[in-house]
C-alpha cells in the first residue's frame, strides 16, 4: 500500500509541474548507414523550486522501454524496438531525477542501438507513457524526420 501511495504522489507531482518543466528534444537529420544516430533530451526547471521527476520511459533512463516509434517512410510500417524492457515495481529514489531551479539535464542515446536502420527517410515519434512528465508528453503531437544515407554523398530519390 505504502509504494502505491508513493507511485500517486510521484504522479500528482508530475501533473503539478507541467508549466515548470521544458522539454527539447533534437533528433540528427542525417547519418551514415552503419554510424551511430543521434539524438538529445534535455529537460529543464523552469520554476523557482526544487522539481522531483520520474524518468521511466524517457530518454534521461537510457533504452528500457520503447520509448519510440519510428516508421520506415518508404513502407509506411514501424520499425520493431530491438532493446531491453525493464520489468517495473514502484518507483525507487533512483527513478526519479531532482532538478534545482534553473538546472537542465540531458541525454543522448544512439537510435541504432534499439532499432534495425539502414538506409532510407524515417518518421520518429514519441509513445506516450503515463509516467512520463507532462512536457514530454506533449512532444507526442510532434515528428521529426531524418535519413540515413549509404554514403555521405548520396542523395535522396524521394522528398518526404
Known amino acids: 500500500m505504502y509504494r502505491l501511495l508513493c507511485f500517486i504522489f510521484l504522479l500528482l507531482c508530475m501533473n503539478t509541474q507541467a508549466d515548470n518543466l521544458n522539454c527539447q528534444l533534437d533528433v540528427?537529420?542525417?547519418?551514415?548507414?552503419g554510424q551511430p544516430h543521434p539524438l538529445q533530451?534535455?529537460?529543464?526547471?523552469?520554476?523557482?523550486?526544487?522539481?522531483?521527476?520520474?524518468?521511466?520511459?524517457?530518454?534521461?533512463?537510457?533504452?528500457?522501454?520503447d520509448l519510440f516509434l519510428i516508421t520506415d517512410l518508404s513502407t509506411d510500417r514501424p520499425l520493431p524496438y530491438q532493446g531491453p524492457m525493464a520489468k517495473r515495481g514502484a518507483p525507487t529514489e533512483e527513478d526519479t531525477l531532482v532538478l534545482a531551479p534553473g538546472q537542465q539535464q540531458s541525454a543522448t542515446l544512439d537510435l541504432t542501438e534499439?532499432?534495425?536502420?539502414?538506409?532510407?527517410?524515417?518518421?520518429?515519434?514519441?509513445?506516450?507513457?503515463?509516467t512520463q512528465p507532462e512536457c514530454y508528453q506533449q512532444l507526442a503531437t510532434l515528428s521529426w524526420q531524418f535519413e540515413i544515407r549509404t554514403s555521405p554523398h548520396a542523395t535522396a530519390e524521394h522528398e518526404y
Do not use: C, M
Request: no cysteine; glycine share 4%; aromatic share 12%.
Open 28 to 33: 540528427v537529420p542525417i547519418s551514415l548507414e
Open 41 to 65: 533530451f534535455t529537460l529543464t526547471n523552469q520554476s523557482k523550486d526544487e522539481l522531483q521527476i520520474l524518468i521511466w520511459h524517457t530518454p534521461l533512463e537510457g533504452f528500457w522501454s
Open 114 to 130: 534499439a532499432y534495425a536502420l539502414k538506409a532510407g527517410h524515417y518518421k520518429l515519434q514519441i509513445r506516450q507513457k503515463p
